[in-house]
Nanobody, 125 residues
């Protein structure tokens, strides 16, 4: 299974971006997809996740601004990011677990089996 996250770029504070995550070798059906981010000198941080039935979960830092979704027809998962802040600057990764992850474990990077290469999001002030 290979994941590819794309859609990052440079945006001004207050702007929006949509990240996409596509998988080859496996469909997202039945899987949990997580979004994580890492900025230089910091640890990997959980951002959001979407579980097999479509329920979504977010970190407090992005709740109300970011939205995770899934297009089953295109077999793609998205992270819509609005009202971006400079603090959102990071490399964003999508990750996949080939079954359901319990809610309390969604933020644990070790729960995910496959990772994409990351896409850089830069928010200028």
């Amino acid at each position: 299974v290979q994941l590819q996250a794309y859609g990052g770029g440079l945006v001004q504070a207050g702007g929006s971006l949509r990240l996409s995550c596509a998988a080859s070798g496996r469909t997202f059906s039945g899987s949990t997809v997580g979004w994580f981010r890492q900025s230089p000198g910091t640890e990997l941080e959980f951002v959001a996740a979407i579980r097999p039935r479509g329920d979504t979960h977010y970190s407090d830092s992005v709740k109300g601004r970011f939205t995770a979704s899934r297009n089953s027809a295109k077999d793609t998962v998205y992270l819509e990011m609005n009202t971006l802040k400079p603090a959102d600057t990071a490399v964003y990764y999508c990750a996949l677990k080939t079954n359901q992850v319990i809610i309390t474990a969604l933020q644990m990077s070790r729960m995910y089996d496959y990772w994409g290469q990351g896409t850089l999001v830069t928010v200028s002030s």
